[in-house]
C-alpha cells in the first residue's frame, strides 16, 4: 500500500470522530487529529483500534502514542503492514 | 421561605408516547404502551410484556453530533438526553452555548447502566481484549453517565449530582433540583431520571415473582393497578424532564410557566416497623407525605389529584390506606387518584419523572387521566375510597394540586406537592 493508499483509508476510520468534516477531506501528512480535526483527545484511543482491526494490525502502546498527525499515522501503520 | 420554583419545560419518552403532544394524547384516550416481547418468551421469561417507548435511536441525531452518537450504546443515556433537552426547548433555550451556564445544574437519576451494552464489555475482558474496547465504556457504565452527557450538551455549570433510590429516583431528583433553587443556590434546575429496563434486570424481577404473569396474550390489561385481578407489575422504560426555575427568574425572561411545585419531601422508613427491604413502612410512607404537606403550607383538603405510586402488585391497598390515613379522607371525601402505571407499566427509577410530567399536564390542560384495566376495582380498596375517585374515564376538570408520590426498594419514600401556578 503506497502513503497515498493509507491516507485515504485512514480518512475514513477518522471520519467518525471529526465533527470537521471539511477539514477532513482535505487532510493531508501535516494535518494535526487534536488540533486541526478537534478530535477529543480520548478519542484517540479509538482510532487506534478501529486501525488494528481495519489492516488487521496490532499497534503496541509506545507506537500509538507517535499517532498524533496524519503523516506518524501513516508511519506507524505502513511499518506494520510490511 | 425561599424562592418560589416553577415548572417551565418538560420532555418525556414514555412507553405510550414520546414527546410532550404525543403522551399528552395517550394519556387523555388512555393508550397503553405495554406490549409483547417476544424475546422475553424465547428467554423462558414469565412475564412477557413491557412497557417500551417506541424510540428511534436515529433520532438522537436531533440532538447530539454524530461523533457523540458514534459508540454511544446505552440505551438509558439515550432516554434521557432526549427527554432533557426536549424539556430544555420546550422551556424556550438554545442548546448550544459558549460559555458554561453557571445558574443551572442538574440534577438526574437512573437505577443502573445498560446491562445489555455492558455484556460486550464483559465479553471482551473475559476474552482478554480489554485493550480493544475503547474510550466510550467508562463514560456510559458510570452511574452519572446520563447526567454527564445531559450537561455536557448543554453546558450545565452549577450542582450536576445523579441521584439513585430505585423506583423513588424521579421524585426524588425533582425534590433536589427544587431545594437547590428554593434555597438559591441555582436559579434553574434541569431534573428528571431514566430507565431501561434491559433483559438481565427483567429476568432479575421475573424471578422474584413481582411481575403480572397472567395476560401475556392481552398486553393492554396487563397493567392492572388497584384490581382485584391485579397481579404484579409491567417492566417499563423511558425517561421524563422538568426544567425547574425561580419564579423571578423565569418572569424576567417571559418563560412559559406549567406550575408551581410547593414543597415535598423525602424520607425511608427504615426498613423498621414493618419496612424492609422491598415493603414500605407505612408510618414512614404516611410521615413522607405529611411532610410534604408541611413544607408546601397546604391542608389536606386543597389536594384535588393523587398520582399514586400504585404498581399492582399486593402493596397497592396498603399504599390506599396509607394515604386514608395520612389526609385523613375516605370514601366520597378522598381527592381523585389514577396510576399512570395502569398505562405504561412501571418505568422504576423513570416512574417519577414521566409520572410528575403527567401530573403537571393534568394541572395545565385541566384533565384527570383514567385508569385502565379497573372493571373490577379491589373491594378492600373501594372499602376505603369511593370508586367513583378513582375514574375509568378522562374527567375534564380544573385540577389545582396533585400530590406525587413514590416509593422505592430500600424503604425510601419521596413525595411532592404541585399546583397550579397562581
Known sequence: MTRQEILTELKKVIAPYTTNKEMLADINEDTDLIRDLKINSANLVDIIIDAEAKYDIEIDYDAADKMMNVGTCIDVISERLK | ?422
Open chain 2, 1 to 422: 421561605m425561599g424562592k418560589r420554583v416553577v415548572v417551565t419545560g418538560m420532555g418525556v419518552v414514555a412507553p405510550n408516547g414520546i414527546g410532550l403532544p404525543a403522551f399528552l394524547h395517550a394519556i387523555q384516550n388512555g393508550l397503553s404502551g405495554v406490549k409483547f416481547m417476544p424475546h422475553y418468551r424465547e428467554l423462558n421469561f414469565s412475564c412477557q410484556l413491557a412497557g417500551m417507548p417506541d424510540f428511534k435511536w436515529d433520532s438522537l441525531t436531533n440532538y447530539i453530533s454524530d461523533v457523540t452518537l458514534h459508540g454511544l450504546k446505552g440505551t438509558n443515556i439515550g432516554y434521557g438526553l432526549v427527554a432533557a433537552l426536549d424539556a430544555w426547548a420546550d422551556s424556550g433555550m438554545p442548546y448550544d452555548t459558549d460559555a458554561p451556564r453557571w445558574e443551572t445544574g442538574c440534577v438526574f437519576g437512573n437505577s443502573i447502566a445498560d446491562t445489555e451494552a455492558m455484556k460486550n464489555v464483559i465479553i471482551r475482558v473475559d476474552n482478554k481484549e480489554a485493550r480493544k474496547l475503547g474510550s466510550r465504556v467508562v463514560e456510559q457504565a458510570m452511574n452519572s453517565g446520563v447526567t454527564s452527557y445531559i450537561s455536557g450538551r448543554l453546558g450545565l455549570g452549577n450542582k450536576v449530582i445523579t441521584n439513585s433510590a430505585a423506583c423513588a429516583t424521579g421524585t426524588q431528583a425533582i425534590l433536589m433540583g427544587y431545594e437547590y433553587i428554593k434555597h438559591g443556590y441555582a436559579q434553574r434546575m434541569l431534573v428528571g431520571s431514566a430507565e431501561h429496563v434491559d433483559t438481565y434486570v427483567y429476568g432479575a424481577f421475573d424471578s422474584m415473582r413481582v411481575l403480572s404473569r397472567k395476560f401475556n396474550d392481552s398486553p393492554e390489561k396487563a397493567s392492572r393497578p388497584m384490581s382485584l385481578t391485579a397481579a404484579g407489575f409491567i417492566p417499563g422504560s423511558g425517561a421524563g424532564a422538568l426544567v425547574l426555575e425561580d419564579l423571578d427568574f423565569a418572569l424576567a425572561r417571559n418563560a412559559k410557566i406549567y406550575a408551581e411545585v410547593l414543597g415535598g419531601s423525602s424520607n425511608s422508613g427504615g426498613q423498621r416497623l414493618g419496612g424492609t427491604m422491598t415493603a414500605a413502612n407505612s408510618t414512614g410512607v404516611i410521615r413522607c407525605i405529611n411532610e410534604s404537606l408541611a413544607s408546601s403550607g397546604i391542608e389536606a383538603q386543597r389536594i384535588d389529584l393523587i398520582s399514586g405510586h400504585l404498581t399492582a402488585t399486593n402493596a397497592d391497598r396498603q399504599e390506599i390506606q396509607n394515604w386514608s390515613d395520612a389526609l385523613g379522607k375516605k370514601g366520597n371525601d378522598f381527592p381523585y387518584i389514577n396510576s399512570l402505571k395502569s398505562m405504561i407499566g412501571h418505568c422504576l427509577s423513570a416512574a417519577g419523572s414521566i409520572e410528575t410530567v403527567a401530573s403537571i399536564l393534568q394541572i395545565a390542560h385541566e384533565f384527570v387521566h383514567p385508569n385502565l384495566n379497573l372493571d373490577d376495582p379491589n373491594p378492600e380498596i373501594t372499602n376505603i375510597v369511593s370508586a367513583d375517585r378513582i375514574p375509568v374515564k378522562m374527567i375534564k376538570k380544573e385540577v389545582n394540586i396533585v400530590a406525587k408520590a413514590n416509593f422505592g426498594f430500600g424503604d425510601v419514600n419521596s413525595c411532592l406537592i404541585l399546583s397550579k401556578y397562581n
